[in-house]
């Protein structure tokens, strides 16, 4: 009896979240993280339970066998959804009639080949397969796709196995003692509905904490992140450079970047273009500096690089790259563009400290850049020793290189 009140209570949890989860994914429109499955998978799991309570004791009917294809249909909705919360496309209609028709006709030849029982060792069984390929895809994803949900990945692994457990103790009841094992009043039946109804407490919401994380995620993300070029703004810098001087010793070179005549761009071939050249010469940032350097856009045609641990001769050197890259670069082609090149001028600051250091290496930087707009443009200049390095920077290089 009390087994019999935890699968209604359990039906109950699980046709609930259907209607919350449905609710969410509409409210998330296009992009629904799998929220739409994973209310498909609890209605399809919430109906089985609904049939095992209708279907009597154990045996053969099309009720019992339309709840096993049920049970095994929402398990691959689960999957289907866990995928694509994590951004794979992957496909839920045809796989899931395939699996409903072909389980439908399996179970139809084991119960007419070997009775009654033999099916529902079929289901065991098979739901035992697929939890431990649920348990070994977490274990995998917490080492690769699901780095920042280690443990909620770890959380969902310990539970799965749990259910995964029980369920190859009641395939070996099955296998020893028959429908005997399956009685609702038995010791057993109470533990694996109890953890049953555990998990339609735990594992709804987490789901719901999970969509809400990746969401604040996300946001933070846009706050931080420029939305033209996707590089870094102001306040994504300031960040990154928060944590980076969290370690101690560890100093920095900024590289102020402007692209040279930018407003000529705009005015000759509009907007649209200008836009166009920023994300070419944003592309080519990303191409020019070193692994660990962070790249920003302070807004209009103002970059900024930030060169971790540089001295003034690595500094020279990523500057020097930037600055060839971006004026070898054909930003747009076509014959209305004339194969469309741009410049920029850069200046350099002294090394700073911390990111209250900035500030003032903004005001070090900006006024290198100025004396580089004002000698010329397309060019290099360095705060520290206030002068034009471009060419001597190059006359340097050679010199190396012949030696």
Same mark, same amino acid.
């Given at each position: 009896?009390?087994?019999?009140?935890?699968?209604?209570?359990?039906?109950?949890?699980?046709?609930? =979240?259907?209607?919350?989860?449905?609710?969410?994914?509409?409210?998330?429109?296009?992009?629904?993280?799998?929220?739409?499955?994973?209310?498909?998978?609890?209605?399809?799991?919430?109906?089985?339970?609904?049939?095992?309570? $209708?279907?009597?004791?154990?045996?053969?009917?099309?009720?019992?066998?339309?709840?096993?294809?049920?049970?095994?249909?929402?398990?691959?909705?689960?999957?289907?959804?866990?995928?694509?919360?994590?951004?794979?496309?992957?496909?839920?209609?045809?796989?899931?009639?395939?699996?409903?028709?072909?389980?439908?006709?399996?179970?139809?030849?084991?119960?007419?080949?070997?009775?009654?029982?033999?099916?529902?060792?079929?289901?065991?069984?098979?739901?035992?397969?697929?939890?431990?390929?649920?348990?070994?895809?977490?274990?995998?994803?917490?080492?690769? =796709?699901? *780095? +920042?949900?280690?443990?909620?990945?770890?959380?969902?692994?310990?539970?799965?196995?749990? @259910?995964?457990? $029980?369920?190859?103790?009641?395939?070996?009841? $099955?296998?020893?003692?028959?429908?005997?094992?399956?009685?609702?009043?038995?010791?057993?039946?109470?533990? =694996?509905?109890?953890?049953?109804?555990?998990?339609?407490?735990?594992?709804?919401?987490? @789901?719901?904490?999970?969509?809400?994380?990746?969401?604040?995620?996300?946001?933070?993300?846009?706050?931080?992140? +420029?939305?033209?070029?996707?590089?870094?703004?102001?306040?994504?810098?300031?960040?990154?450079?928060?944590?980076?001087?969290?370690?101690?010793?560890?100093?920095?070179?900024?590289?102020?970047? +402007?692209?040279?005549?930018? *407003?000529?761009?705009?005015?000759?071939?509009?907007?649209?273009?200008?836009?166009?050249?920023?994300?070419?010469?944003?592309?080519?940032?990303?191409?020019?500096?070193?692994?660990?350097?962070?790249?920003?856009?302070?807004?209009?045609?103002? =970059?900024?690089?930030?060169?971790?641990?540089?001295? +003034?001769?690595?500094? $020279?050197?990523?500057?020097?790259?930037?600055?060839?890259?971006?004026?070898?670069?054909?930003?747009?082609?076509?014959?209305?563009?004339?194969?469309?090149?741009?410049?920029?001028?850069?200046?350099?600051?002294?090394?700073?400290?911390?990111?209250?250091?900035?500030?003032?290496?903004?005001?070090?930087?900006?006024?290198?850049?100025?004396?580089? *707009?004002?000698?010329?443009?397309?060019? @290099?200049?360095?705060?520290?020793?206030?002068?034009?390095?471009?060419?001597?920077?190059?006359?340097?290089?050679?010199?190396?290189?012949?030696?």
């Amino acid at each position: 009896m009390i087994a019999t009140l935890l699968v209604g209570m359990l039906c109950v949890y699980l046709l609930s =979240f259907t209607v919350m989860f449905q609710l969410i994914s509409r409210r998330l429109q296009d992009e629904k993280m799998g929220m739409d499955v994973f209310a498909l998978a609890n209605l399809m799991l919430g109906c089985a339970y609904v049939l095992q309570l $209708l279907e009597g004791p154990p045996g053969w009917s099309w009720t019992s066998m339309v709840n096993h294809t049920l049970t095994l249909c929402s398990l691959l909705a689960y999957c289907v959804g866990g995928a694509r919360f994590f951004g794979h496309a992957t496909p839920l209609g045809k796989p899931l009639l395939c699996l409903a028709v072909g389980y439908s006709l399996l179970q139809l030849l084991v119960n007419w080949a070997l009775g009654p029982v033999a099916r529902y060792v079929l289901l065991a069984g098979t739901c035992s397969v697929t939890f431990i390929s649920m348990v070994l895809m977490l274990l995998h994803g917490m080492r690769s =796709f699901g *780095k +920042d949900l280690r443990g909620e990945m770890a959380l969902f692994a310990g539970l799965i196995s749990g @259910i995964c457990v $029980l369920n190859l103790i009641k395939l070996s009841k $099955l296998l020893d003692g028959g429908f005997e094992a399956l009685n609702m009043d038995a010791r057993f039946s109470m533990v =694996f509905y109890i953890y049953m109804c555990s998990l339609a407490t735990i594992l709804p919401p987490s @789901i719901v904490w999970l969509v809400l994380r990746r969401l604040t995620d996300r946001l933070r993300n846009m706050a931080a992140v +420029d939305p033209l070029t996707q590089l870094l703004n102001r306040r994504g810098l300031s960040t990154a450079l928060d944590r980076l001087f969290q370690r101690p010793g560890r100093h920095a070179r900024l590289l102020l970047v +402007d692209v040279d005549h930018f *407003k000529r761009i705009n005015d000759t071939y509009g907007h649209q273009v200008g836009d166009a050249v920023l994300c070419g010469v944003a592309d080519a940032l990303r191409a020019s500096v070193r692994k660990d350097d962070l790249v920003c856009r302070l807004g209009g045609e103002e =970059f900024a690089v930030i060169c971790v641990g540089a001295d +003034d001769k690595v500094a $020279l050197r990523v500057a020097e790259r930037v600055r060839g890259s971006i004026e070898q670069k054909t930003m747009l082609h076509g014959m209305h563009y004339a194969g469309l090149r741009c410049t920029v001028t850069i200046g350099i600051s002294d090394s700073f400290t911390s990111e209250a250091g900035l500030g003032h290496a903004m005001q070090q930087a900006d006024a290198a850049l100025y004396r580089g *707009k004002h000698t010329g443009r397309n060019r @290099i200049e360095q705060s520290k020793t206030q002068r034009r390095v471009h060419a001597g920077f190059e006359k340097e290089m050679q010199t190396e290189t012949l030696h």
